[in-house]
């Protein structure tokens, strides 16, 4: 690549051919020495001057090489480092029919055919997919340059803004760029490969409208990359591009003999390319200071894309018969010349005007605040500015443990230096914990990550995923977990009523009351608990004899984001087991929360035949792409026949094509259409499904949300329960079947006071919520008071809640 060699980087690739001149053409060991050796001609015969060897030192030697792996070898690191903020550029240069197209193109009609910019197009969109931590904007252009003539290849796109009719090249602080030419955001492969897709198309249509021959011009497909970190006070971005560059037959004009139009044509081709080896080889010459890049349109549109801060690549695609030994030569001396560019890749940053100023101003208070604390602790004198010796750390660590503990309100702050450490031992601690978590998660559990189709494997061979990989008792196959075990097969009698009545017969003996503390013992089905999306932990409940005293589990299942601690902790430490959540919920489907689940099923059955559509159409677009690559490769070769039978002109001198071309192009045109309206309609459909997805996974979050309320409510939270609502403030009538909801106003301290003394049974409870008064309703406050009082395993308890309209600095317990 550019960089390497700290210049231009040069392939040749040779056209499939049985007849290759291996005499002739010699490729060194190293593949990158191509020795050109001619036999010397017998009519000079006294004395013979003329040349016979050659040798050409390039960067690689391409001969069936699929595409695959040109690509690889000449273009994936460009693209790479195009996503880093580098420029690059890739050309195709030789005569015509030598493959510059399908190097760059690729043949459309077979998947691994394709070339060098369907490939790119996908790379930046799978790095884009890997690099998660930047927002990465991707637009794309193509432009046609045809007798020094600038034509937007997509200027038929429907969203076509620009009011500008002409095309021009300018150049501006951020480089070349051509007014005119439409640029076009694309949010994924699909939208980037129509693009190409509908420039291609519009190339040929253009060259039998313009009678103009598609090969004779220049094409520059540019992907635009600009690339922001999506932490916001970060005002750096990197805006590159990519330009690929299909240049147009470079055999010279003597040998087309061609006349009229094509004569043209041959003209501007060689003139354009001629331009381009000027600018070559002036760029080559390290001490010139002016480079012509103005002399054509071509050199012009290159100017910031032919080495300097780019990374570019020249594929020199040659025939290797014998029959084209002078054009290869040529095609050759032109990339050795191109070799000789200096490169120095850099990436170009810019800064976001309006986030610098903020970070500016963010600075600006910052150093106000350190200002004021220097002032401070000068005052005091407590400045310091020796290191915190291993004591004094080790002291801050204690603090810093007793603080998250709860144990230590507030650490006092001295300096900067033993504030620094107090984040630092902030840090250390976390990361500790984490590694405790995962350790002891590794101990119970079998971690399975769904990436992973090895691990995916060996948790279905033992029972613990089923065979669409979702894990057994998994609702729905969403990666969300409920359960602690796999639906029974018994058809569950209302779980809920059977639980009412065992604890109202509970409550009536003071043993069943007492028995309800001893810790139950799990079956043995397997426990499943999902962690998130991707990885789930699975465990058998046989390993899994949960204890009272297995504190550490209670940990474990705060990393839950389905299941709630509470309810976990409760369920361990219930003597006669409530109902498993899996029966419960099939229960709760059926009852309380039927409407719910009803709008579920309903969301997801159109989801289910949206997406069924989208297969369908998505299906109908590939047959009708294939045949307007059938109608187009039709065209072409009418085209190619007409062109050398000879043409008929009108007077109008406009060429005359027969009925059956005629035909061809407006069933292209058709088909063009058709395959419009069904791309328009995957967007419309696409749209749609990612709505009904939303809706679907709303859906399921209430269905839960629900569920968990009303397990909570039937099961878990001791009916004794008394809440107190502190700083007056009234809360929605529900049907929290607790027995007692008292308002307080805020200075009612006495009688406060009072209720506590008369409700308070062990430790009262204290809980803070935020904005009670607008959003709380009985059964939210109700699992809000369950969640702090059964992890204490009081049956019941006092909460206060008090009303605010600010969110607590923390909630407290005590
Ligand atoms: N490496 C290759 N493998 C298979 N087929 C090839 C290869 N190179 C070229 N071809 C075939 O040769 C024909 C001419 O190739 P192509 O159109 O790419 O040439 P070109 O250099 O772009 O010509 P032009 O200057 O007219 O645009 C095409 O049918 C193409 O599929």
């Known amino acids: 690549m550019g960089s390497r060699g700290n210049s231009v980087c040069v392939y040749v690739r040779v056209r499939p051919t049985d007849k290759f001149a291996q005499d002739i053409i010699q490729v060194g060991k190293d593949n990158k020495t191509i020795n050109v050796h001619i036999k010397k001609d017998n009519k000079f015969t006294v004395v013979n001057n003329q040349r016979s060897d050659w040798s050409f030192r390039l960067d690689g030697f391409l001969q069936n090489a699929s595409q695959d792996s040109v690509y690889d070898t000449v273009a994936k690191s460009v693209v790479s480092k195009a996503m880093?903020?580098?420029?690059?550029?890739?050309?195709?240069?030789g005569q015509t029919g030598a493959g510059k197209t399908y190097t760059i193109t690729g043949a459309t009609e077979n998947y691994d055919h394709r070339g060098i910019i369907p490939r790119a197009i996908q790379q930046v969109f799978r790095e884009i997919e890997e690099r998660s931590n930047y927002h990465i904007k991707v637009r794309v252009s193509y432009l046609e340059i045809y007798n020094e003539t600038l034509f937007d290849l997509l200027s038929t796109m429907p969203?076509?803004?620009?009011?500008?009719?002409?095309i021009i090249i300018k150049e501006d602080s951020h480089g070349i760029h051509v007014k005119g030419l439409s640029v076009h955001i694309t949010n994924s492969e699909e939208d980037a490969l129509n693009l190409l897709f509908e420039g291609e198309t519009n190339r040929i249509i253009a060259s039998h409208i313009l009678n103009k021959n598609s090969s004779r011009s220049h094409c520059i497909f540019t992907i635009y990359i600009e690339s922001r970190a999506r932490c916001f006070s970060d005002a750096r971005y990197t805006y590159s591009k990519i330009n690929l560059v299909d240049l147009a037959g470079s055999e010279r004009l003597k040998k087309t003999r061609s006349e009229g139009q094509v004569m043209k044509e041959a003209s501007y081709i060689n003139r354009s390319l001629s331009f381009l080896e000027q600018t070559i080889l002036a760029l080559t010459d390290r001490k010139r200071e002016h480079i012509?890049?103005?002399?054509?349109?071509?050199?012009?549109?290159?100017?910031?894309?032919?080495?300097?801060?780019?990374?570019?690549?020249?594929?020199?695609?040659?025939?290797?018969?014998?029959?084209?030994?002078?054009?290869?030569?040529?095609?050759?001396?032109?990339?050795?010349?191109?070799?000789?560019?200096?490169?120095?890749?850099?990436?170009?940053?810019?800064?976001?005007?309006?986030?610098?100023?903020?970070?500016?101003?963010k600075e600006i208070n910052f150093l106000?605040?350190?200002?004021?604390?220097?002032?401070?602790?000068?005052?005091?004198?407590?400045?310091?500015?020796?290191?915190?010796?291993?004591?004094?750390?080790a002291e801050i660590n204690s603090q810093a443990r007793r603080y998250l503990a709860g144990t230590l309100t507030e650490i006092d702050l001295i300096n900067f230096r033993q504030i620094q450490e107090v984040f630092t031992q902030f840090k250390i601690i976390l990361s500790q914990q984490e590694q405790e978590v995962e350790t002891r998660l590794r101990e119970k559990y079998t971690l399975i990550d769904k990436k992973n189709l090895e691990t995916i494997a060996a948790a279905q061979k033992a029972g613990l995923l089923d065979e669409e990989g979702q894990m057994v008792g998994e609702l729905d196959g969403q990666g969300f977990g409920i359960g602690l075990a796999p639906p029974t097969s018994k058809p569950v009698f209302s779980a809920a009523r059977k639980w009412k009545s065992r604890k109202a017969k509970e409550r009536g003996s003071p043993t069943g009351r007492k028995e309800s503390f001893i810790s139950p013992t799990l079956g043995k089905e397997p426990v499943t608990v999902s962690l998130s999306k991707s990885v789930q932990m699975v465990a058998s409940a046989k390993d899994l004899e949960i204890k009272e005293s297995v504190a550490k589990d209670v940990d474990i299942i705060s990393l839950d984001i389905h299941r709630s601690e509470t309810a976990f902790k409760e369920e361990i430490s219930r003597p006669s087991t409530p109902p498993t959540k899996e029966a419960a919920f099939e229960e709760f489907k059926n009852d309380r929360g039927s409407e719910l689940s009803r709008i579920f099923k309903e969301d997801k059955a159109i989801l289910i035949d949206r997406k069924k559509k989208i297969a369908e159409i998505t299906q109908r677009i590939n047959v009708t792409k294939q045949e307007i690559d059938r109608t187009n490769q039709t065209i072409l070769v009418k085209k190619h026949e007409r062109e050398t039978q000879g043409e008929y002109v009108s007077d109008g001198g406009q060429t005359i094509i027969d009925e059956e071309e005629f035909i061809l192009i407006v069933k292209l045109k058709d088909l063009k259409k058709q395959y419009r309206s069904d791309y328009d309609e995957l967007q419309d459909l696409n749209a749609e499904v990612q709505y009904c997805q939303r809706l679907v996974d709303q859906c399921r979050q209430r269905l839960l949300t629900e569920f968990d309320i009303w397990y909570n409510e039937s099961f878990l939270i001791p009916e004794e329960t008394q809440i107190i609502l502190k700083g007056g403030g009234s809360i929605r009538p529900g049907m929290m079947p607790i027995s007692k909801i008292t308002t307080l106003g805020e200075d009612d301290q006495d009688r406060f006071e009072h209720l506590q003394q008369t409700l308070t049974l062990d430790n009262p409870s204290t809980l803070s919520f935020y904005n009670a008064k607008m959003k709380m309703d009985h059964r939210h406050l109700y699992a809000k008071a369950a969640s702090h009082l059964i992890p204490t395993r009081k049956k019941a308890g006092v909460i206060?809640?008090?009303?605010?309209?600010?969110?607590?600095?923390?909630?407290?317990?005590?």
């Open 84 to 93: 880093d903020g580098y420029n690059g550029t890739i050309m195709c240069y």
């Open 159 to 166: 969203d076509i803004m620009s009011t500008d009719t002409q």
């Open 292 to 361: 012509p890049f103005r002399q054509c349109k071509l050199t012009y549109a290159l100017k910031d894309s032919l080495g300097g801060k780019c990374n570019t690549i020249l594929v020199t695609n040659i025939y290797g018969e014998e029959s084209q030994l002078e054009e290869t030569l040529s095609s050759l001396r032109f990339a050795s010349r191109m070799k000789c560019i200096p490169t120095d890749p850099e990436i170009i940053q810019y800064y976001d005007p309006v986030l610098t100023m903020k970070n500016l101003e």
């Open 368 to 393: 106000r605040q350190e200002l004021f604390l220097h002032d401070l602790l000068a005052k005091r004198g407590q400045i310091n500015y020796e290191p915190l010796t291993e004591t004094q750390i």
């Open 800 to 814: 206060t809640a008090s009303m605010r309209n600010k969110p607590p600095s923390m909630l407290s317990v005590s």
